[in-house]
């Protein structure tokens, strides 16, 4: 079992960082490897033409073996979560037997870069947005919204865009029961892995996906501005948001750049981003990877159950509302306070104690990690029992 890790990261003392879900701490180690990709820089002789792929290649692997992907060259190097939904949106557009008024599904108050996205291919091909409203009622709330969402999957959907687990209250979705009703009704299933991939296993053999776009700033422990993309066979012949030269056949071949290349080289490499060698960015997200599969993402998942599980169980009876624990992670839970509660208070509370936390719509966001301990837990509590109380 997995202890406190809070040594390994870089934390100030005194502040209780329970907001992985907003951006995680750097490790000391990716710190580390930032500061050697900006002096490897200082010398540039020292990289080679080898050293614009070997960047890459060991963050391809380490996240293909994070969602069991056995096939690396199905990765792609991507700055951002709004960068690989535009390059699904624009290959939407090929998608065989698309038809005018078929929709895009995805559920209520979902982050906006997986709703912008859509909004030209819908004005050129006349697709709409569906939006699958959660139950009014709490009582069952995560059932009812998965089953609401599945139900809505029919021949009139052509995409569905899906969190395993919602950004803003911990909503988990039942990605083996999406996946099979896309397949069903011949709908692309496209993951949005920001906020799970990297503490709760997530695996493509048995969702089977035909994208997943992943920033790298949460729960991959990674840098700002470097993400990953995994892309299945759909997207094998698409068309990528840039031409840019290193995703070309033969690229390795400096001296043969200016014998220019109409072929892409093959899978997910036409949608690496321009300068995705990137020298500082890289290394350390490929720390952070590593980092994480020595962990087991298993095991990070349990050590935040165990973390909040019991404090949880205190919160409802006081009046708290939780997801039913089938349909929450443990890394990200959203509470919804008693009724007559003062939210400003809560927050005057917590902020009084160095408790950071998030407020996302009509919930308290609370994402524990390796860094957190009890003391943590102790003080979030009693910020928040003091208030109801």
């Known amino acids: 079992m997995l202890t406190c890790q809070k040594s ?5 003392e005194g502040i209780h960082y329970i907001n992985c879900a907003t951006m995680s701490p750097n490790l000391k180690s990716v710190e580390q490897a930032g500061f050697d990709g900006i002096k490897r820089k200082s010398n540039p002789q020292k990289i080679t033409q080898e050293s614009f792929f070997e960047t890459t290649i060991p963050v391809q692997k380490a996240f293909a073996k994070l969602i069991n992907c ?3 060259e199905r990765i792609a190097m991507i700055p951002s979560t709004s960068y ?5 949106a624009r290959n939407l557009g090929f998608k065989p037997n698309l038809k005018s008024g078929q929709e895009i599904l995805m559920v209520h108050e979902e982050f906006p870069s997986d709703v912008y996205a859509w909004e030209e291919v819908c ?5 709409k947005i569906k939006t699958i409203l959660p139950p009014t009622e709490l009582e069952n709330r995560g059932k009812i919204w998965n089953e609401t969402l599945i139900n809505s999957i029919t021949t009139n959907t052509c995409l569905v865009v ?4 919602h950004w803003a209250d911990g909503t988990r979705f039942d990605l083996e029961a999406i996946g099979r009703q896309c397949r069903l009704y011949g709908a692309l299933f496209i993951i949005d892995g920001a906020q799970s991939i990297g503490a709760l296993p997530i695996d493509i053999q048995l969702f089977r996906p035909d994208a997943i776009i992943n920033a790298g700033y949460k729960w991959l422990l990674g840098p700002y501005s470097a993400g990953v993309a995994y892309f299945g066979e759909y997207f094998d012949t698409g068309s990528s948001i840039e031409r840019n030269w290193i995703n070309r056949v033969g690229s390795e071949e400096f001296k043969n750049l200016v014998n220019y290349q109409e072929h892409y080289r093959p899978k997910a490499d036409r949608y690496n981003v321009g300068e995705r060698s990137n020298f500082i960015l890289n290394p350390m997200l490929e720390t952070s990877l590593n980092q994480i599969l020595d962990w087991g993402v298993e095991n990070i998942q349990n050590y935040c159950k165990n973390l909040l599980e019991e404090p949880l169980k205190n919160l409802q009876s006081k009046g708290y509302w939780v997801e039913d624990e089938a349909f ?3 890394h990200l839970v959203g509470l919804r306070v ?3 509660a003062d939210i400003n208070k809560i927050q005057t509370e917590l902020k009084r104690r160095n408790v950071q936390v998030s407020f996302r719509g009509e919930a308290i966001r609370i994402s524990p990690h390796l860094y957190n301990d009890q003391t943590d837990i102790d003080l979030l509590m ?3 029992l003091t208030v109801k109380n």
């Open 70 to 72: 056995d096939d690396f």
């Open 338 to 340: 008693p009724a007559g």
């Open 162 to 165: 899906i969190s395993p687990t």
């Open 84 to 88: 690989g939904m535009a390059i699904v």
């Open 382 to 384: 009693e910020a928040l």
């Open 8 to 12: 390994l990261f870089s934390l100030e």
């Open 328 to 330: 929450r992670t443990h």
């Open 123 to 127: 004005m050129d091909k006349g697709l």
